[in-house]
């Protein structure tokens, strides 16, 4: 019933800059948190950067001051600019929503997650 769909991911140079899109879907109450996982060859997931729905962010280490988090809560998009992109950064993107929504005449919550884009960044 819910559905996260990703759109922006593809090939840049390193130095340059991507833009990932992800719009939720569905039967949905409200979401709480949102965010962008990635997932590089050999290696476990790694939450990228999170906002909440009033704004709140939290980046991993390694993309402060290059990748920034929005999101706007009236269609239920997160956005993901990244710049001054690097080698490193390859990896599948995965967005990711904390939620509220209705199933079967019930409100439930959990987490639902997109399908994946590739990012690849060449040296």
């Known amino acids: 019933q819910v559905r996260l769909v990703e759109s922006g991911g593809g090939l840049v140079q390193a130095g340059g800059s991507l833009r990932l899109s992800c719009a939720a879907s569905?039967?949905?109450?409200?979401?709480?948190?949102m965010g962008w996982y990635r997932q590089a060859p050999g290696k476990q997931r790694e939450l990228v950067a999170a906002?909440?729905?009033?704004?709140?962010?939290n980046y991993v280490g390694s993309v402060k001051g290059r990748f920034t988090i929005s999101r706007d809560n009236a269609k239920n998009t997160v956005t993901l600019q990244m710049n001054s992109l690097k080698p490193e950064d390859t990896a599948v993107y995965y967005c990711n929503a904390d939620l509220r929504y209705y199933s079967d005449s019930y409100v439930r919550s959990g987490d639902c997650w997109g399908q994946g884009t590739q990012v690849t960044v060449s040296s």
């Open positions: 569905g039967s949905i109450l409200s979401i709480n948190r």
């Open positions: 906002i909440t729905s009033g704004g709140n962010t």
